[in-house]
C-alpha cells in the first residue's frame, strides 16, 4: 500500500494507513553464516539418519564442536522444512486436518506412466542463504515431470510446478504428497480436485510412503549441490536444469532394471 513512486511522501502515506515509517524501512536480516554452516551440517545428517530429532542434531553438532542449545536447533530444522520419522500421535491442528487425504498408494500395483506422481520439497544449502527445490517424479518410471526452485515453502511454488507439468505432460492419475502445509491447504486441495486428480497422502512419520523421491533427492544433492556448492540461485537453476537432464536421459536407475527414466516413460506411454 506504500509506494515510494507516488507523489506523497513516505511519511504521509504510512500516517494514511496507520503503519510505523520503522516497518516500511525494515529489512530482515538473513541467517548467520555460523548458523547456514550448521544447516549444511544437519541436512547432509539428516540424509543419512532420519530418525534423529532436535537432541540428537544437537549432539551431533556439538561431536563436532559446534555449542547450539535445543531451541537454536529446533528453530533450523523448522526453518529448513526437517521433521524426524517416528511415531507419533495424531496431532494435526485444527483448520488443517480437513485438507488430509488418506493414502492411495498401499497394494496398488503401478503398471504406467502417468498413473502416480510423487511430489515434494527439499532445502537447498546455499553459500549466502537457502532455497528450496519441489520436484515431481512419475513413480513408474522415475521419471521427473517438473521442478522448481523457490525462497518459500509456501503454496503457490508447489502448484506452479504441477500445472507446469500437467501441461507438459497431461494429467495423472493420483498424486501423493507429504502432509506439509503447502498440500494441506485450500489451494492445493481445490485444483486437483478441480482437475478431477486424486489426492493421496503419506501417513504421518512414515519414511516408505514416499520413498521414491527421498532418493531422489539423495542423488540430487550427493551428485550435484554438495559437489558443485551453486554460488547463487541462477547458477543453481542452470545446474539442476542440467542435472535433471542427465538423470531424465541418460543415467540408468536400479530401481527399474537399469533401464533409462525418459526410456521407460515414453516407451510405455
Known amino acids: 500500500m506504500v509506494n515510494r513512486k507516488e507523489t506523497l511522501s513516505i511519511r504521509c502515506q504510512c500516517k494514511l494507513v496507520s503503519v510505523n515509517r ?31 530429532g532436535v537432541i540428537r542434531m544437537r549432539d551431533f553438532l556439538l561431536a563436532l564442536g559446534i555449542v547450539a542449545n535445543h531451541k537454536r536447533v529446533r528453530r533450523l530444522l523448522r526453518l529448513m522444512g526437517l521433521m524426524a520419522i517416528y511415531p507419533k500421535k495424531n496431532l494435526s491442528r485444527l483448520g488443517q486436518a480437513k485438507y488430509i487425504r488418506p493414502y492411495l498408494l498401499k497394494d496398488i500395483e503401478i503398471v504406467r506412466p502417468n498413473q502416480v506422481w510423487a ?46 507439468a500437467i501441461k507438459m505432460y497431461g494429467k495423472p492419475e493420483i498424486i501423493n504428497s507429504d502432509q506439509g502445509s503447502q498440500f ?74 537399469h533401464q533409462i527414466p525418459a526410456n521407460k516413460y515414453y516407451q510405455a506411454a
Open 22 to 52: 520503522g516497518i516500511f524501512y525494515y529489512k530482515p536480516l538473513g541467517e548467520t553464516e555460523e548458523n547456514l554452516r550448521i544447516m549444511r551440517l544437519m541436512d547432509e545428517h539428516y540424509l543419512k539418519h532420519p530418525t534423529e
Open 119 to 164: 511430489i515434494d520439497i527439499t532445502y537447498i544449502p546455499m553459500p549466502k542463504g537457502f532455497l528450496y527445490l519441489t520436484a515431481i517424479l512419475d513413480v513408474y518410471s522415475r521419471y521427473v515431470v517438473g521442478w522448481g526452485i523457490s525462497n518459500t515453502l509456501d503454496a503457490a511454488c508447489s502448484l506452479s510446478v504441477t500445472k507446469e
Open 184 to 257: 494441506t491447504c485450500n489451494e492445493w486441495i481445490e485444483y486437483l480436485e478441480k482437475e478431477e486428480i486424486k489426492i493421496s497422502m503419506d501417513g504421518k512419520g512414515r519414511a516408505i510412503d514416499n520413498i521414491f523421491i527421498e532418493r531422489l533427492w539423495r542423488s540430487v544433492k550427493y551428485d550435484y549441490v554438495y559437489i558443485k556448492v551453486p554460488a547463487d540461485g541462477l547458477e543453481l537453476y542452470h545446474g539442476l536444469k542440467e542435472y535433471f537432464d542427465y538423470y531424465n536421459n541418460q543415467l540408468c536407475h536400479q530401481g527399474i532394471d
